[in-house]
C-alpha cells in the first residue's frame, strides 16, 4: 500500500450481512488496541487510495480487514455528516492510524448478503478480531457505524422487497420452511404459515417439484425451486447478486 | 463562502429533472466561458465545505447556481472513478476555477423530480446560463455528468414503479390522460390507452371523483385523485418527495 497516496477525505464502509438459515447477522470487527486500550468496535472500513475506483476500495479493505472476498458488495448510501469522525472516543484511534486525524471524512458505504457458512473470516491489518453479531445485538460501534448498519438493513429490506434480493441464499431445492425462515429473518417479523404459503404460491416465485426431503426425521417435506422467469421480471434484475447457491 | 475551507476531494452534482405536463426535461448549466473559450455544459455541482453535510451542500450548490430552492433533492450514488475529472476538456475550467485542479474528486449525486413551470432557474456564480433539456437531446457534458444524468434517470425509474415517486406531480384532481402522460415521461414508451386504465383502475392507485374537466373543448373527462391509502403502502412511502401540488 505504501506507493499508492491515501485519500484523507474519503472512505468505505463495508456492512456485511451472513444468513445462518434463521436469522440475520453482521460482519463487526474489534480494532486493535491503541495505547493499551481496548479497541472499539466496528464496521469493516478505511480510507480509499487515490488511483483506485470506490468499488475496489470496498472490496479491498474488506479482504484486508477481515479476509473475505469475491463477494459482491452494493454501494448504497454516502455519509457526510461533518461531525461523523470527530468524537472523543474514535480519536485515540485516528491519531495512532490516520495521517490527518483531524480531517473530515466522507464514507460510502456498501452492503452485502451471503450465506455465514460460505465464509470463514480472519483478522488483519488494525482489525484485532472479526466476528458475526445477529443484528438485534449490535452493540454501540466505533464513528456513526450504527447509523450506518441501520441504513443498510433498510436498504437490504427494500431489495429484498423489490428485487427480490436475497433469493439466492437458498438451497437450489428447498422446502417453504426454509423459505419462510428467509423472509424471517429479513423483515425481521414472525409470519402466519398459513398466508406466507398462500402469498408465495400466488405470486408465483417458486415452483413445486415432485420431490421431498430425503434424510431428515420427521415427515419429509415438498420440494421448490425459483421460479427464475417470475423473478427475472423484478425491477432491474440480476444487478444485485452473484453469489455462489 | 470565502470563511468556508472547501474539501478537494468531494463534490455533489444535482440532477433536476423537470415534468412540463407531457415530457421529461432535465436541468443544465453553461459554465462561464475560460480564457474567451466557450464554457461546457454541466450539471449544477461543486465542492463540499467543509462544515456542511452533503444534503446541506446539493441544496446550497443548487441554489448558488440555478436559483433553484426548497425542493427535496435525493442522494443516490456516488461516483468515484478516479479519473471522472481528469480529461483534457476540463482541466482548463478546473484550473481556473479550484484550488486544486488535480485533485481527485469523488462527486455524490442528488436528483430530484419537479413540475417544470414551478421554477424559473437563474443562472449565477460561475453558470453563464442555465436551461431546460428534454432527457432525449442532453448534449455532451463536462466530467462524467451524461453517466451521472442516467444513473439519476434509471433511480427515478425505480422509485416511481416501486414508491410511486413523481404522483405528486399530478394536479389535485386529474384525468386519466394526464395520469397517462406522466408514465410515459417517465417510463420514456407510449402505454396503450385501454389496457393502462384497466392496470390503474386494478392496482386502485387512484378513485374517481363525481365530477368532470370544465373549460375544454373537447367531450369533458373525469376527474381522478390520488388513493391516498393505496399510496401510502409503497414502500419506504413518503420518503422522497415533499413538493408542492
Redesign the interface.
Given at each position: 500500500m505504501s506507493e499508492h497516496v491515501i485519500?484523507?477525505?474519503?472512505s468505505v464502509d463495508c456492512v456485511v450481512f451472513g444468513f445462518d438459515t434463521q436469522s440475520l447477522k453482521v460482519l463487526l470487527i474489534e480494532q486493535k488496541p491503541v495505547d493499551g486500550k481496548p479497541g472499539h468496535l466496528a464496521l469493516p472500513g478505511d480510507l480509499?487510495l487515490?488511483?483506485?475506483?470506490?468499488?475496489d476500495?470496498a472490496a479491498r479493505v474488506l479482504r484486508e480487514l477481515t479476509g473475505i472476498e469475491g463477494i459482491f458488495l452494493r454501494?448504497f448510501?454516502?455519509f457526510?455528516?461533518?461531525n461523523r469522525v470527530k468524537q472523543v472516543e474514535d480519536l485515540d484511534w485516528l491519531k495512532s492510524y490516520r495521517d490527518n486525524p483531524e480531517a473530515?471524512v466522507?464514507t460510502?458505504g456498501y452492503y452485502a448478503l451471503v450465506k455465514m457458512d460460505d465464509f470463514a473470516p480472519e483478522a488483519s491489518s488494525f482489525a484485532e478480531r472479526v466476528f458475526w453479531k445477529d443484528i438485534h445485538e449490535v452493540p454501540s460501534l466505533a464513528f456513526d457505524h450504527n447509523s450506518i448498519s441501520e441504513s443498510a438493513l433498510?436498504r437490504l429490506r427494500?431489495e429484498f422487497?423489490?428485487r427480490k434480493v436475497g433469493f439466492e441464499l437458498l438451497p437450489e431445492k428447498f422446502t417453504l420452511s426454509q423459505l419462510q425462515s428467509l423472509y424471517e429473518a429479513i423483515e425481521d417479523r414472525e409470519l402466519d404459515k398459513r398466508n406466507f404459503r398462500k402469498k408465495v404460491m400466488k405470486e408465483k416465485l417458486v415452483v413445486p417439484l415432485d420431490e421431498k426431503q430425503t434424510g431428515v426425521v420427521h415427515k419429509p417435506a415438498r420440494l421448490y425451486e425459483l421460479n427464475l422467469e417470475v423473478l427475472s421480471q423484478a425491477?432491474?434484475p440480476g444487478s444485485f447478486v452473484t453469489m455462489k447457491f
Open positions: 485519500n484523507p477525505n474519503v480509499v487515490n488511483d483506485e475506483s470506490l468499488d476500495a454501494q448510501h454516502a457526510g455528516d461533518p473530515r466522507i460510502i433498510v427494500e422487497e423489490n425491477p432491474v
